[in-house]
């Protein structure tokens, strides 16, 4: 594999976020999209994040600067309640007949003008209202919103933190009163345990046809097994709100799936989520779903059996909601290996038989392929053994699937082996440890001990999960490097009825020696990963990483990468581009004192432009503040821009670059 020569970075001027953008793909109606759009989160509705885009190169990325900002309306909301205060800015604008759109992480909608910024209109659907505890999973969040066309109509769809699906008219910014009751459908209604916005909420949802489909998430802190809403999705009329049909990803009665819950479980089983996205293929009318895993996340004794349709990619008929294939990634959950990004679809050509396929990249480091029609995957998956736990009452799946193409893009098993050995004092303190745990291979399970694991709960490929270039077949993953611990204890019988919860530690700051990891970088990278052969082609560290560490200082080591909370990627025919966000937020990543950024906040986002064919670093772009969004580029009056959500409470705006 070719690596990257260490380069310096170029720093752009201090800015708040930034703005990519992609061509859109065709839309509900087959017809070709204005030249230069970006209509859907993704780009288009196969997840692509991919640009035809050209005007940006790497002999004038270092010339990008501030086209204009936008400063979030929540700006104004948050100081009216201590509840309200927003988390980060997580959306992707849409550019839709020369207009941007964008859903606030209150919820709120807005229009703008793309090639100023000036605000066109905003809707409050004061989704944030009622609110006596933090949502679920503990933060305001909106990842994005979909787009429909139907004769004279357009209509955005977004679901929203206290579980409504809203249709809003894009030339007025007003809910559509033909759909639902007065423009929103509500979500919640009759789903088993589900506490509006406390353990329930939608997600991100997509038009397939002349249906929308929307997702859920669940709180994942939830410790009672009647506690926790079981996942499912929903489908309803795209004009009129109507439902359609729900799959439930906990199933019931007699629907496929419900005796891999042993005892009768699915009845009480919970969570089991479509969070991270939702693909669809007009041609073959099938939607792409990835799930999440049961409640709870580390302990799974009450839900004994393999727990489908958890953690699995599901194709689904659009029109009916019906199983056409699934695969299950994980049998019986044990390690939040939640599958965290949307599927991606894209054509491939695989030992000379040419495949529709639906790509699905994993914490654990995995690309998943298969045959978008039938599901047969693109090469073997092999079922192999996995290391027995002894945690009492616990079942165990004896073995666990591994792709054997394309090869894992993310180190695997928290083993001897992966231990750094920069120095031999830095592998024994590192040995050392490591064996203060119970530890092994991947898919090692929890224990009352404590079993180190890697990749760990926020290890691997993130939401912001890969993009794909139709024009070469190549997949680009953003990954990172952080292990973590699954420590259980007995459950408290006042407050759960679990037999063990988790303890804590999942951040495994104990996993580490004077601020460094234990186990080898690079500690972000972006892998290229060719799809037709089912071969890496390079792999590129994001950032030099701790090379100023006093124990790393005199030693010439090449880049090692930073180590960022946050990974999105976009790829346009001309660059590669990755932004990363480097957090201090507890339970994320602490950048020690000596780091390169480090200062009083803390708060850094980084755009890294490489070369897509080498993965050579051309330029680095530095945003001031938090971010955690998926850029996105677009093209208006001639101009291209790239943009990107930044901030969170009292910082959240919008940033678009553009060339002068």
Known sequence: MRRNVRRAFVLAP???????????????????????????????????????????????????????????????????????????????????????????TLGLVAALDPGTGRTLWVHDPESYQGFDTRPANGSFSHRGMAYWRGGAARRLLIGTVDAQLLSIDTETGRPDPAFGERGKVDLAADVRQARRGTNFVARRPI???????????QADGVRQPDGAPPGLVQAFDVRT?????????????????????????????????????????????????ASSTPSSDYYGGHRPGSNLFAESVICLDAATGGRVWHFQTVHHGLWDYDLPAEPVLGEILVDGREIKAVMVVSKQGFTYTFDRATGEPGWPIEERPVPPGDVPGEWYAPTQPFPTRP???????????NLVDFTPDLRRRALE???????????????????????????????????????????FVPSVMMPSVARLRPGDPSRTDFRYVSGGGLAATDLRIDGLSIFKPPYSHVTAIDMNQGEQQWKTPLGDGPLNHPLLRDLDLPPLGNGPQHTHVLVTRTLLLVSVTYMTTPGGLEIPAWAEWADADMLRQLIFVLDKATGDLVHVVRLDGNGAAQPMTYLHAGRQYIAVAVGGAGTAEI???GLP
Request: charged share 15%; no cysteine.
């Open 14 to 104: 201090a800015t708040a976020a930034i703005v990519l953008a992609a061509q859109l793909a065709p839309g509900q109606d087959h017809d070709a999209p204005a030249a230069g759009e970006w209509s859907q989160f993704s780009g288009d509705l196969q997840g692509t994040k991919y640009s035809p885009l050209d005007r940006i190169t790497a002999e004038n990325a270092d010339q990008l600067g501030i086209a204009w900002r936008w400063p979030s309306p929540d700006r104004e909301i948050e100081p009216l309640n201590p509840r309200w205060r927003a988390s980060k800015y997580q959306d992707t604008p849409l550019i839709i007949d020369g207009v941007m759109y964008t859903v606030t």
């Open 655 to 657: 940033v678009a670059l």
């Open 407 to 417: 090869p894992a893009f993310a180190l695997q098993g928290a083993v001897e082996d």
């Open 241 to 289: 709100g109507a439902r359609r049909w729900t799959f439930h990803l906990v199933p019931e009665g007699d629907d496929f799936g419900y005796d891999t819950w042993h005892n009768g479980s699915a009845a009480y089983g919970g969570n089991t989520n479509v969070w991270a996205g939702i693909t669809y293929d007009p041609d073959l009318g099938y939607v792409y779903l």
């Open 433 to 475: 440890r490591l064996r203060t745990y119970r530890y092994g291979p991947l898919f090692t399970p929890p224990s009352l001990q404590g079993t180190a694991f890697l990749p760990g709960v926020w290890g691997g490929a993130r939401w912001g999960g890969g993009a794909f270039d139709p024009e070469t077949g190549w997949l």
């Open 207 to 217: 038009v397939a046809g002349d249906v929308v489909i929307v997702g859920t998430a």
